[in-house]
């Protein structure tokens, strides 16, 4: 691992394609690759073509693409040339996407043929294929004296406090906002996460997650880029038809992923076949038996992975012991868009159930106004990696950081004796019982989630206390016939079971009062956390 000149991606880009030179960077599956200098060296190219095209340093480029080889040189070929990169989620509205472009005004867009489409008739800048990103690059040699003198000319340096992209967020309170992060930001967290893991030049990362998320983008590809590891993107999205041949072929070392994915496989694959044994019914043996389904899963996911990251919602206890007893490589990471993401983190087989573990090296945290009696209290935080504030926006900047200086996370927590977190949920969603007690839904939902026919849950306040809109398993509800609305009744008996069941795991004041039945799934952000202010009612 090289000594960073400065906390630039232009830095960072040069100093890879000069360390790791003809070395494979990134590729489509089973893909010819592309290596680092020729990564760079077709940078260096956008970047002149966007000095060509009149747009200079400190323009916004949008950039609008699913997945794949291109959009990391994209992105560099914007900002190492000074330029400020805007990252859009593909599953965003066109009149979304246009209002971004717009707020933020780009004056390019780089987009793929399938986005072209999708913005056909909408108003926007002038377009440029990022499937054109290597044209006229040789991608089977590049000698290096020949090229990174070249690069090093069109790419100037860069100050390290500049910005270097803005994000807009669609979070679950239903505002979104431009949130401003500096190549300091970046550079500075994901060279940060060395403190969690250091890669190795024989890694292999499969990215799952979109690149416009601010943690598939830092920890998912600054990271690994910086330290000379290979990429592999899939051409379509990872369902298991898609996802378990990848696996197979690629035997991926280091993976990040939101929690829904590991949830998923665990209550769909993995907890029906424990359930099965008669052994599994005996509490003292279920330890062993998940270290044994532990192995089988690590053979599902190649065989090879060291580091599985779990971050942008919390994981679900019952899922988590199930990783600890099976004593799979997971890691789990705190952090938010304006944090460049990461806060805090813990590396495999250090972590402790319902913890994101300690302080990432060189963040302080703190707790702000702990209550006396569980010592929750917004997080709040100080480090290189917080934003320079929302774009055009200096209201929400300034409600969002203290009078000393500190950023204000939103959500609520603790530390134990160890230093290590524990977060209890989102400060909004927070909910005051009638005697004056904090209760938070994302527990109650984690418990109804853990239930056998539960696919998701969310938990709100109403008039007559504590409600939960719960969507239910397909499996269940075609057995339950219950998939049209006027034979809802078929379902009452089992919520109400549901219902029960959870209550008498929960303190007398958090307790439901009715469980409801929500038939599609839940609209979620890009982290697949529940927008709750599309359905909780006021409170």
Known sequence: MYRLISYTLRSLLLQSAKRYGNRPALAFLERQPVSYLNMAKAAAKLAQKLAASGISPGDKVALISENRPEWPTAYFGITAGGRVAVPILVDFTAEQIENIVTHAECKAVILSEKLRVKLDGHKLPDLIAIESMFDGIDLNSCKENDCLAEIETVLPPVPEDSLAVIIYTSGTTGHSKGVMLSHMNLVWNAWATRSIIHLRRNDRFLSML??????????????????????????????????????????????????????KIFRASVR???????????????????????????????????????????????VEQFLIDARFPYAIGYGLTETAPLLAGCAPHHTALGSTGPALRSVTLRIADPDPKTGDGEIQAKGKNVMLGYYK?????????????????????????????????????????????????????????????????????????????????????????????????????????????????????????????????????????????????KQ
Not at 234 to 251: E, F, G, H, Q, Y
Not at 484 to 502: F, G, N, P
């Open 210 to 263: 979109p690149l416009a998320h601010t943690y598939e983008c830092t920890i998912g590809m600054i990271a690994p880029l910086m330290q000379g590891s290979f990429i592999s993107y899939m051409d379509k999205p990872p369902s298991a038809s898609v996802l378990l041949p990848a696996l197979k072929i690629l035997r991926p070392s280091v993976m990040v992923t939101v929690p829904i994915i590991i949830e």
């Open 272 to 318: 029906p076949k424990l359930e099965a044994m008669k052994a599994y019914k005996q509490h003292w043996l279920r330890p062993l038996l998940h270290r044994l389904a532990g192995l089988k899963l690590k053979k599902t996911f190649g065989g090879k992975l060291r580091f599985y990251g779990v971050g942008g919602a919390g994981l679900s206890p019952d």
């Open 393 to 537: 926006n200096e209201e929400a900047t300034k409600e969002v950081f203290t009078e000393d200086g500190w950023f204000k996370t939103g959500d609520l927590g603790h530390f134990d004796h160890k230093n290590r977190l524990y977060i209890r949920g989102r400060l909004k969603a927070l909910i005051l019982g009638a005697t004056g007690e904090n209760i938070y839904p994302e527990e109650i939902e984690s418990l109804l989630n853990a239930n056998e026919h539960v696919a998701e849950s969310l938990v709100y306040n109403d008039e007559d206390g504590l409600h939960a809109l719960v969507n239910l398993k397909p499996e269940i509800m075609e057995k339950l016939g219950a998939a049209v609305q006027d034979r809802l009744e078929d379902a009452e008996d089992m919520l109400e079971s549901i219902r029960k069941a959870v209550n008498s795991k929960l303190s007398s004041f958090s307790r439901l009062a009715k469980v409801k039945l929500h038939i599609e799934p839940f609209e979620k952000t890009p982290s697949q956390k529940i927008k709750r202010f599309l359905y909780q009612k």
